[in-house]
Structure formats: C-alpha cells, structure tokens
C-alpha cells in the first residue's frame, strides 16, 4: 500500500522533495503540496485503490502526512 | 423504542427515510403514466407527515415552519411530484392552523386530520380569473345554518384524491369580488367532477386538471379572517417558501449528480496525463445552489419569528419589503433551480441526458420547468415591479 501511496505523491503531488526520501510523518504541505494538487491525489488514491474515501476521513490532515494518508485509505479499503 | 417516546426529530427521520424509499421505488411510473403517488402518500401518511404542522395538542407532529423546510429539501429529490403534493396540502394545514382555531369545529377537524392524517386541497384557481387568486367569481349562497358553493376551478391539484378541500369563495353571493373568504369542506360534502386531462411536461403526478365543484358545508367551517388577510399572513410567504425547499431538493440533486461525474470525469483525466483539472460550470451551479439555500433560510427564519407571534408581529407581513422578499423567493428560487438543473445536465452530458441510468437528470429538468409557470412569475414580476415604485 505505501509504494503505491507513495508512486501517485511522486505522479501527482508536485513535492519539492524526492518521495522516496520522504519519512512518514513529514509534512506534506510544508513540502509543496497545494490544495490543488491535494485532490488530484485523492482522485488519484481512489482510482489506484478502486475505492471512494468516506466523508469522514476526507480533511486537510488526511493530506498531511504519509502516515495519515495509510490510515484514511485503510479505512476506505474496510468500507 | 415506542413512537409515542421518540423525539420529534427522530420520527421526522425515521419516517422520511421510509417514505423516501418508497419515492424511488414508484417515483418512475408515477412520471411515466401521470398517475396519483399513491403509495409515497400513503407511507406519509403511515408515517404521520401529512399531520406534520398540525399542534402537537391536536394530535399532529407539531412541526414548525422551519422544520416543514428542512422536510421539504429532502423529499423532492426522489418524487418531486409527491414532494409538491406534500408541501400544498401543508399549506392548507396552516391557513387552518393559523386562522382556524378559534374556531371549534375547525379544531375538531383538525384533530381528526390528525388521527387520519387526511389530504385537503387548495381550490383557490377559478375559470375566469386566471391565476389572480385575489378575487373569485363564485360567492357563498348562505342558508340559515348552511353554505352552498359552485365553483368552476381551473386547477385542483390532487383534486381527485383528496379527503377534504379549502375554497376561497366570496363571502356571499353578492359580495364584491374582492371580498373573500376560505372555506373547509370533506369530499363527502362535494361533488368534483373533473373538467380537463393533466398531461403535463412535468410534475405530472400532482395530477392538476381543472373540476366544477359543488359543495354544501356548516357555515361554522367558513374561517372568520378575511381571504385577503390569510393570504398575506400565511398562504403565500408558506406556499413560497415550501415551493422553493421542494425546487431546492430537485436542484441539490441534480448538483450532486454533476459533482460525482465530474469526479469520475477528473479521475480519467488524471489517467491520461491531465493534471489540471478545473470545472467552472461545477462552481457556478453550486454558488447557486448555495444562494437559493440562503435566501430560503432567510426567509423561513423570518417567517417563523413572525408566525410564532401572529397577531402581534403580522403587521410586518403586510410591509412593501415582506411583501417584495416573498415574491422575490419564489421568482429567484424558480430560476436559479431551472438554471442549476439545465447545467448539471451539460456537465453529466449524455449520462444525465438518457433515461434511467443513476444519473438521469430528464424528470428533473421536466418538474423544475413548473417552477416558472405554476404560478406564472410573471404576474409576480408585475406585482413586484408596481411594489417597487412605492418604495423609496
């Protein structure tokens, strides 16, 4: 799950940083993630994964990290 | 947990969701063959919703006027028909509610609506008048105890199906046009013999055709307030204000619509490389979807401060700027629910164009079309435009 989290970052995120020098808990906005480029990595996530993210995981902080965004695709997957 | 231990809330919930299921089960054929919703009626009314503004103390669910709202925005979006059936008997309820219970044999009748949860309609049109609900040819003939009424209506709207009906008339055979009064009568008391065919592009389960009605009733049940007065004070700002929630259902769905396809439409895009991925139309038909919601809101919240204190805070009804706002929400919600439907249409494309399919938007478009001809706004631009000169 997390190398296929980390390769849509990597298509769509628009980082300033490599994604595969990226620690879990790094922030993601502070790294050049914009709130555009956000939905283009959930539309992205749901398309890879085959899911919808449920209302309740959808937030800024889903973006915020690696480590956030596991846990809400987590949750979609359980859905 | 027993209903009688529910909250109000609860029962509304639980109530709309069933009868909302049964919307979308029948929603289809009520359209295709312009036939009575019957089955949506009747789970309101297993469900207590046809007695929603009723007083709790006569045995109704003791809605108030924004709750009527809040019912109202949910229910259109599976059978506008049904929704809109729904919203004009409310009214009637509350011309009773508001102007009826001095009256004992109103309450009594109020009491049993509640029990049975009975259907009233309006019959406020009438064949030569066209739709100036403001004055009526046909008068009250009074004799001794009783009233007899013949009135040729150009529209009824569930006039076929109802159990009881609320009829403007003159007060008397040789009353002045204008001087009108509202009358309550079972549909064991009249005779209704319908006069045209309900054929319509849209909301075609309202089932609207024209009847000649004859009905003879206790005078005890003409409501003592004067038609013009009901009118101003609660027919029209809650017809208004319960058209546009409906019209808002019908708009919010058809939003939603546009926004899953958009999504999809995006996540292809991603696919192929396009990054950057905008939808204008999408925004523009939210904003809009946004301004109607507020300006219903504004309303609602207005009037119910004012319908908590009737008869002290009325006056405010009757001012140039309530009379304007209330025109204006049903103009403004008619156009911006026409536009909202017509665009969601153009950015769902051919998925929204076809016919059954999870995004068919054909019926939607077809009922929003209502919404400028019944009533026709631009008798209400008339009205507004000769308010507005006498505002400075």
Request: net charge negative.
């Given at each position: 799950m997390e190398d296929k989290i980390k390769e849509v970052l990597k298509q769509h995120g628009k980082l300033i940083k490599e994604v595969c020098h990226l620690n879990h808990e790094d922030n993601l906005y502070e790294l050049g993630l914009s709130s555009h480029s956000s939905v283009n990595v959930m539309l992205a996530l749901e398309t890879e994964f085959d899911m919808e993210f449920p209302d309740e995981v959808l937030s800024k902080k889903m973006f915020s990290s690696i480590k956030n965004l596991k846990s809400a695709v987590s949750v979609a997957l359980e859905r | 947990?027993?209903?009688?231990?529910?909250?109000?809330?609860?029962?509304?919930?639980?109530?709309?969701?069933?009868?909302?299921?049964?919307?979308?089960?029948?929603?289809?054929?009520?359209?295709?063959?312009?036939?009575?919703?019957?089955?949506?009626?009747?789970?309101?009314?297993?469900?207590?919703?046809?007695?929603?503004?009723?007083?709790?103390?006569?045995?109704?669910?003791?809605?108030?006027?924004?709750?009527?709202?809040?019912?109202?925005?949910?229910?259109?979006?599976?059978?506008?028909?049904?929704?809109?059936?729904?919203?004009?008997?409310?009214?009637?309820?509350?011309?009773?509610?508001?102007?009826?219970?001095?009256?004992?044999?109103?309450?009594?009748?109020?009491?049993?609506?509640?029990?049975?949860?009975?259907?009233?309609?309006?019959?406020?049109?009438?064949?030569?008048?066209?739709?100036?609900?403001?004055?009526?040819?046909?008068?009250?003939?009074?004799?001794?105890?009783?009233?007899?009424?013949?009135?040729?209506?150009?529209?009824?709207?569930?006039?076929?199906?109802?159990?009881?009906?609320?009829?403007?008339?003159?007060?008397?055979?040789?009353?002045?046009?204008?001087?009108?009064?509202?009358?309550?009568?079972?549909?064991?008391?009249?005779?209704?013999?319908?006069?045209?065919?309900?054929?319509?592009?849209g909301m075609r389960g309202t089932c609207s055709p024209g009847f000649n009605v004859t009905a003879s009733f206790s005078k005890e049940y003409i409501l003592d307030t004067p038609f013009k007065d009901i009118a101003v004070q609660s027919m029209v700002p809650v017809t208004h204000i319960l058209w546009a929630s409906v019209w808002y259902s019908i708009s919010k769905d058809a939003v939603e619509k546009a926004q899953k396809i958009t999504r999809q439409k995006m996540k292809q895009n991603l696919k192929s490389g396009i990054q950057d991925n905008v939808n204008y139309d999408l925004v523009e038909i939210h904003n809009k979807l946004n301004l109607m919601l507020n300006n219903i809101d504004i309303c609602t919240n207005k009037y119910q401060a004012i319908v908590d204190n009737l008869s002290e805070d009325c006056k405010e009804l009757y001012s140039l700027e309530s009379s304007i706002q209330m025109n204006n929400l049903k103009m403004i919600s008619s156009e911006l629910a026409v536009e909202i439907v017509q665009k969601a249409l153009y950015i769902c494309g051919i998925v929204a164009f076809l016919n059954q399919t999870p995004y068919s938007l054909g019926r939607s478009l077809r009922d929003i079309m209502s919404s400028l001809v019944m009533i026709h706004n631009d008798r209400l631009y008339r009205t507004s435009s000769s308010l507005l000169m006498l505002q400075k």
């Open positions: - | 947990m027993f209903v009688q231990e529910m909250s109000k809330k609860e029962l509304i919930l639980t109530g709309l969701e069933k009868v909302c299921n049964v919307m979308k089960e029948h929603s289809e054929d009520v359209d295709k063959e312009g036939r009575f919703p019957l089955e949506a009626i009747s789970a309101m009314k297993d469900n207590k919703l046809m007695g929603a503004y009723i007083p709790k103390e006569y045995g109704g669910l003791g809605c108030s006027i924004k709750d009527l709202v809040e019912i109202g925005k949910t229910l259109g979006r599976h059978c506008a028909s049904s929704a809109m059936v729904w919203a004009m008997h409310q009214i009637q309820l509350a011309c009773l509610v508001h102007h009826g219970t001095n009256n004992e044999e109103i309450k009594t009748y109020l009491r049993r609506a509640a029990e049975k949860q009975y259907l009233i309609a309006s019959i406020t049109s009438e064949v030569g008048v066209g739709g100036d609900i403001s004055r009526s040819i046909a008068g009250i003939e009074i004799n001794g105890g009783y009233g007899l009424l013949s009135k040729k209506a150009s529209v009824i709207s569930y006039g076929a199906y109802a159990d009881a009906y609320l009829a403007t008339a003159k007060r008397t055979l040789e009353a002045s046009e204008t001087d009108q009064v509202l009358v309550l009568f079972e549909n064991t008391e009249a005779t209704v013999e319908q006069t045209s065919i309900w054929d319509t592009l």
